[in-house]
């Protein structure tokens, strides 16, 4: 899971968003609680809080 976290810190915006799309693709978010939290992080980091308030009230 660090190696995500710096990834999602440190790729650029483009392979990180490809990156959220193919999570929620896969519906991975349902099933790991933890990996939701980083990635509603990374999103609220890159300015996308429509998305990352959207992801929270999926809970």
Do not use: W
């Amino acid at each position: 899971m660090m190696l995500l976290k710096e990834y999602l810190h440190s790729s650029l915006e483009s392979s990180r968003l490809a990156l959220f799309g193919d999570i929620q693709v896969h519906y991975v978010l349902q099933d790991e609680p933890k990996l939701k939290k980083m990635v509603i992080d990374a999103m609220i980091h890159m300015k996308l809080y429509d998305e990352a308030n959207r992801l929270t009230k999926d809970c």
